[in-house]
């Protein structure tokens, strides 16, 4: 059973950055996303990574980027130049690579992903 563990959340002032992780055992075999959820919104697509692709919300174009490290099975979430909007529970999520062919291939969306981690906060504030 994958279970995927957020780390690296926090409070960060206007402009600042910070990096996510997410990590799990064999999670080199998943396709993996990032999701957020802001206070009163619904959640919402931030950004995935497959083998092949990436792609990015336009809100966090040009300032978040994901990546992965094969030997530590984690995908990180690099965001920099952070806004008060960015201020969310973000969460990461994953499917197993192979049957679904158009995971990625814009924002992501919910249902290309089965499974989830328990989210962790990011508090952008001054």
């Known amino acids: 059973q994958l279970q995927l563990v957020e780390s690296g959340g926090g409070l960060v002032q206007p402009g600042g950055s910070l990096r996510l992780s997410c990590a799990a055992s064999?999670?080199?075999?998943?396709?993996v996303a990032w999701f957020r959820r802001a206070p009163g919104k619904v959640r919402e697509g931030v950004s995935c990574i497959t083998v092949s692709r990436r792609n990015y919300a336009d809100s966090v174009k040009g300032r978040f980027t994901i990546s992965r490290d094969n030997v530590k099975n984690t995908v990180s979430l690099q965001m920099n130049n952070l806004k008060s909007e960015d201020t969310a529970v973000y969460y990461c999520a994953a499917v197993a690579r192979g049957p679904d062919t158009a995971v990625c291939m814009g924002v992501p969306t919910e249902e290309h992903y089965q499974k989830w981690g328990q989210g962790i906060q990011v508090t952008v504030s001054s």
């Open positions: 064999d999670l080199n075999f998943y396709n």
